[in-house]
Structures are given as structure tokens and as C-alpha cells.
């Protein structure tokens, strides 16, 4: 496009055949937070939009209703260094009414720390976060009675008994995804392959459920359906002990919408591991595909 030589654009102001460009700074605050909304949190915390002038400087700072939703997971590409520090100061940010928070490599401190500055929260997502362990998942969740939608995928510390405490802890649960970085059973007669499904099965008022990877036989699968009778969605990909014989086909006639075991892995956003069956004991936390599934996050000292 061509430009209006200054002396000539000055003239046709004075005419009112050009506008002056808007002043951003003295943009009402819903039509300013309406252009912040659009940027993602982590260019809001440590991007230019604070930089801008210093009414866009104290909205970044002040306004609660810009960390309602808090997205810190890693972009491909992402020239931003996101660590606990900064996610912290996002959820600070919130006043307490974080309703959503996702993210990458979180620990025990940040989590505890959530706990106690989103009372509301209804979505949380924590992705390849090996520093969180299940007794501070267990602590924490109890402070989230509002949750809707919870992700623990590629989390090797969290295991077993917690699922039933979370199912006890937010009855109003309607999404949970849990993926692992590859199947893997030990085939062991002792060994119970069940226990985290019989701990979701507590979580009755599911809508939809991911399993990708699961060790769970078509016991666990149909204690599941038993309980979550609402369940339209059910993603059981890679869960290579399921075996679909009559009883439980028939079981799963409601689901509206179903992903079989060997179904197309191609959307799926995590690196996947080759199956491993094994009769040793050594257990699926201490396999050596944890820890490459996908970037970090959160950078831990």
C-alpha cells in the first residue's frame, strides 16, 4: 500500500478525510481486556503487551478476568522460557479465580501452591510432570470440589490408589485423560492390573474418558462402565489387555463415540512408545521411555 505524504495527511485531517489513529491507552477496559484475550497468557506475562503504555501495563497486572484460563504448556517453536516462577505469578495474578490451569513438568510445590490460590478451579491438566508425587496429588485435590476436567498424562508418579481418592474428591468430574508413554503389562498372575480402574470407576459422573496405554483387562474396563453410566466418550487406544468378546461389546453399545485399541494413532500429541509385555516385576515408572515423550515445561533446578 502506498503512504499519504505527511504534509498532504495533515491537510486531509483537518478535512476529516483521515481519522487520527486510535490511542490504545485510553481504550475502554472491556474493549482493551476483549484485544489481551487474545493473546496467550505466557506472551501477556513476559511479552510486550505490558510494555505497550501504562494502562495496558496495569490491566496485565490487575485484572483477574485475564488468568481465568491459564495455558502454560509448550508451543512448538515457543521462544518464551516458561518456568514455576512465572506460572506462579499468572495464578497470583487470578486473585483465586483460576478456573482452568494447564501445564508442563509442575511439582509437588506448584501444585500445593494451586491448591491454595484456585479455590475454583474446574479444569486442570498436568502433562510430563514427573516431580509431582501422589501424596501431594492427593493433599491438593481435595481442595478442588469444583473440578470438571482433570489430565495426569506421562505423570510416573502417580499411580494406584490416588484415582479413587480423586474420583471421591471431585464428584463432579466429567473428563479424565491419562496417558502413558507405551503400553506395558507385566504378565504376572499376582500382579493386579486393575487397581488405577478400579480407582476411576469411583469417578461416576464421567462424559468422557481417555485410557491411552492402559494395563487394564476387560474387568477393569467393565467396572468402569458400570459406574460411569453417563460416559459418551471412551478413548482406550494401545490398551493391548482389552479383548472385546460379547459381554463386553455389549456394554459398550452406549458409547456414543469409542477408540478401540488399535485404532489410528496419528492425532494422538505425545510420542508413543513400542508395546512391552514382561514378566518381571520391574514396574512401568522406572521404564526408560519416561522422560523423552515430548519438551518440558517447567524447568526444575
Not at 516458561?82 to 510445590?109: K, L, M, N, P, Y
Not at 494451586?114 to 498436568?126: G, I, N, Q, V, Y
Not at 458400570?226 to 487406544?237: G, Q, V, W
Not at 463386553?248 to 494413532?265: D, E, G, N, V
Amino acid at each position: 500500500m502506498f503512504s499519504v505524504p505527511f504534509g498532504r495527511r495533515r491537510l486531509l485531517r483537518r478535512c476529516g478525510e483521515v481519522r487520527p489513529s486510535a490511542d490504545w491507552a485510553d481504550l475502554p477496559i472491556d474493549a482493551l481486556l476483549s484485544v489481551l484475550h487474545k493473546l496467550e497468557p505466557i506472551e501477556l506475562m513476559v511479552g510486550s503487551a505490558g510494555r505497550v503504555c501504562r494502562s495496558w501495563r496495569r490491566a496485565v497486572r490487575d485484572e483477574p478476568e485475564l488468568w481465568r484460563r491459564i495455558d502454560m504448556r509448550v508451543r512448538k517453536g515457543h521462544r518464551y522460557r516458561i518456568d514455576e516462577g512465572t506460572a506462579r505469578e499468572a495464578v497470583r495474578r487470578g486473585s483465586g479465580r483460576c478456573e482452568a490451569f494447564w501445564g508442563e513438568d509442575a511439582t509437588d510445590h506448584f501444585l500445593l501452591f494451586l491448591a491454595e490460590h484456585a479455590p475454583t478451579l474446574k479444569s486442570l491438566r498436568l502433562i510430563s510432570s514427573n516431580h509431582i508425587s501422589n501424596e501431594a496429588l492427593m493433599e491438593s485435590i481435595n481442595k478442588f470440589p469444583m473440578l470438571e476436567e482433570l489430565e495426569l498424562s506421562l505423570c510416573k508418579n502417580v499411580f494406584g490408589k490416588v484415582y479413587e481418592v480423586i474420583g471421591i474428591a471431585c464428584p463432579h468430574l466429567k473428563s479424565f485423560r491419562l496417558s502413558y508413554p507405551c503400553f506395558y503389562s507385566i504378565d504376572d498372575a499376582e500382579y493386579n492390573k486393575d487397581e488405577e480402574a478400579t480407582g476411576i470407576a469411583t469417578m461416576s459422573a464421567l462424559r468422557s474418558l481417555q485410557l491411552f496405554g492402559s494395563e487394564l483387562t476387560n474387568k477393569g474396563l467393565t467396572a468402569i462402565l458400570d459406574s460411569c453410566t453417563d460416559l459418551e466418550y471412551l478413548d482406550i487406544r494401545h490398551c493391548l489387555d482389552i479383548y472385546f468378546d460379547t459381554a463386553l461389546r455389549a456394554k459398550c453399545a452406549r458409547i456414543k463415540t469409542m477408540r478401540l485399541p488399535h485404532a489410528s494413532t496419528d492425532d494422538h500429541e505425545f510420542q508413543i512408545g513400542n508395546p512391552v509385555r514382561t514378566r518381571s516385576r520391574k514396574t512401568r515408572r522406572d521404564y526408560a521411555f519416561y522422560g523423552n515423550s515430548i519438551l518440558r515445561g517447567f524447568q526444575v533446578p
